[in-house]
């Protein structure tokens, strides 16, 4: 079986998360109810004991802003306890005036890598996150994105397609800069229309050379491990970005609310397996390696 690096996974303690101890809501991923109790490195190997998983990425998890060091503290010392995780994604908020003191802070980290603000907005209530549909176009953001160059973090970018003109806009403006689309750009359903405009979405961005597209989350609005869906999402994003952009991430444990990862596992590599060899490598291990550098 093709090892594999998970560019998209989370851990975390339930009292540091103030969405996970408050009362639950409707949420992207819908009802989660089971995943509302403390997520360890050790539940997470074992859940992926079976799928080939050699190296992993941890993405930040939404603690309260002003703890955004505390987050990338406990997970360095996780890795340096376990040595998993193998990269660290963390969180700067964008929106501060100056965002340079953070970024200071969480350079001292050697696994980090990059940072991730959740900026994807849309119609439907219970899919926004961010505070406006243009925030991701936003002067200050614009500024505070600016500065990641000078510390050699990339940035995932979270967009729903309706927000994808504005994301071309700020990766042409950042060259030196790696964005990496989450999600694969969040496809919501296989309407003509929807498929349409996020398959529009997808091109521009992909006409930036500086961007990936991670293969995660696919089950996010589905609720269930799709194979037919991730192979019609794994086949349109190799069309569009080529297999020396993409790269394969579990986001579990919130997929394990639908699923379990060896099944979600095999799903994506089904998906790929009408690929080459060396786009299969570039999907599950090459991309990630370059992108993330991964120890």
Partial sequence: MQKAIDTHFHIWRQNDLPWLVGPMVPRIFGPYEPIRRDYTIGEFLDDQKDSSI??????????ARERFEDEAAWVQATAEETGWPHAIVGYADMTVEDVRPQLDRLKRYPLMRGVRMQLHWHETPEYRFAASPRQVVDPTVRANIAHLKDYGFSFDLQLFPGQMRDGATMIAENPETQFILTHTGMLTDMSPDTVAEWEAGLRMLAAQPNVSAKLSGLGTFVHRNDPELISFIVATAANIFGSRRLMFGSNFPIEKLWTDHLSM???HRAAAAPLSTEDQANIFWNTAERIYRPV
Avoid: S
């Fill in 265 to 267: 596992m095999n799903a």
């Fill in 54 to 63: 050699e190296k992993a990425v941890y993405v930040q998890t939404n603690w």
